[in-house]
């Protein structure tokens, strides 16, 4: 089903887009953007949902590193949060975290997270539990959570890159409401012009995204063409038709 079709479906109503000169743009410094955004965004919306419920806690910052024979695997993250995850359940208590990932000069990578901790209870260390077999890990108070994971983001322009298939960031703990917003931020930019205000935006099959609360849907203006190893973002609809597409080597 096409992006057309499924609105009709929904009964959306398609929204024109606006002339836009072509944009060149650099992937690795978008990445690089994404992960900031996602998770500085991803802890403040954490930090606010526990203050304004008035749940008492204290975060804390762990540092997962590896022994120096030891290579990483996309695995070792999500056990570990996992095992972490069983341990609060176990307490009857809610996990809420947010981490990402540091790719040090010598190429090798480790991990910061923050984890909100309920007030009386104490985390074990992570590598003496099992959960971080892999390196040593380290524990420590975080006065400013959202500071501290935006002082790493911030080391995120460095020119080497990610292993492949790496996963960069995480968080988890939102709310529904905490989790719309999160969509909002995380959406395109001319996602946000559009709708100005937060406010529940979801991607759709086949391409675009709706505002849930109004119905309103709009197709991506944009289409990524590649020449010569530049990426381009070009206009991809005008005056509701297809624009011919030329883009010189």
Same mark, same amino acid.
């Given at each position: ?128 539990? %099992?959960? *971080? ?8 108070? &975080?006065?400013?959570? @959202?500071?501290?994971?935006?002082? /790493? ?61 109004? %119905?309103? *849907? ?8 590649? &020449?010569?190893?530049? @990426?381009?973002?070009?206009?991809? /609809? ?12």
């Amino acid at each position: 089903m096409t992006a057309e079709n499924e609105a009709s479906v929904f009964g959306l109503v398609h929204s024109a887009t606006s002339d836009t000169q072509p944009i060149e743009i650099d992937p690795t410094k978008q990445r690089w953007k994404k992960l900031r955004c996602a998770t500085i965004t991803g802890a403040r919306l954490i930090q606010q949902q526990l203050s304004q419920g008035g749940q008492r806690t204290y975060p804390v910052m762990i540092t997962l590193t590896y022994s120096p024979r030891v290579s990483w695997n996309s695995r070792h993250v999500s056990v570990f949060l996992k095992n972490t995850r069983e341990w609060f359940r176990r307490r009857g208590r809610k996990f809420y975290y947010a981490w990402v990932a540091e790719l040090m000069k010598n190429g090798m990578v480790h991990f910061h997270v923050i984890v909100w901790m309920p007030k009386g209870y104490r985390l074990p260390k992570p590598d003496k539990r %099992g959960w *971080w077999p892999h390196g040593m890990t380290r524990i420590e108070g &975080a006065r400013n959570p @959202v500071g501290y994971i935006a002082k /790493y983001c911030s080391k995120a322009d460095q020119p080497n890159s990610f292993p492949k298939g790496l996963r960069t960031h995480g968080r988890g703990g939102l709310d529904a409401t905490s989790r719309i917003e999160m969509r909002w931020w995380s959406s395109p930019e001319w996602v946000r012009k559009w709708c100005s205000s937060i406010t529940d935006v979801r991607k759709m099959t086949g391409g675009g995204f709706v505002c849930v609360d109004t %119905g309103e *849907w709009r197709r991506c203006p944009w289409i990524v063409l590649f &020449a010569n190893g530049r @990426v381009i973002l070009k206009q991809a /609809y005008q005056r509701g038709r297809q624009q011919e597409i030329d883009v010189q080597s």
